[in-house]
């Protein structure tokens, strides 16, 4: 069809493994890994970003769920899925497309830090202030 934008083509490495449950359940132990190792990246960062340079928390948090989403697509890539980008314009496409499916996640991650953080604030404000009044 004319007019319609190309896909871009990504190269494997390897041909697809074959689909037994093996396989399958390889791909799904990686991706998690790969998730999980990002989840470190972030509290990792967030917490040396905030306790060591003074950063306020929310810039921190944002800073390291950036750096984690560049992390987990660049392992993703190469260990989970083991693809190769034929160009760098394709890569470069692939990651921006990556950064908006998580921004909206991200964006939620941080108002939910926000929100428990100041309520947090507050109940352990009231709480200190009851059990002082009751010599606690």
């Known amino acids: 069809m004319q007019g319609l934008p190309k896909t871009p083509e990504i190269v494997k490495n390897e041909p697809d493994p074959p689909l037994t449950i093996q396989a399958r359940i390889t791909r799904v132990v990686k991706f998690s ?3 999980a190792s990002g989840v470190l990246v972030i509290l990792l960062l ?15 948090a944002a800073v390291a769920m ?7 697509f660049a392992l993703n890539t190469k260990v989970t899925f083991r693809y190769t980008f034929k160009e760098s314009s394709t890569l470069v496409s692939a990651i921006a497309k990556y950064q908006l499916i998580t921004l909206a996640g991200n964006l939620i991650s941080l108002v939910l830090i926000f929100a428990f953080t100041t309520t947090s604030r507050y ?11 009751y010599h606690i």
């Open 46 to 60: 967030t917490w040396m970003f905030t306790e060591y340079l003074g950063w306020f928390y929310l810039l921190s």
């Open 66 to 72: 950036e750096v984690s989403v560049l992390w987990t």
């Open 123 to 133: 109940f352990l404000s009231g709480l200190r202030t009851r059990l002082h009044h």
């Open 33 to 35: 890994l790969v998730g």
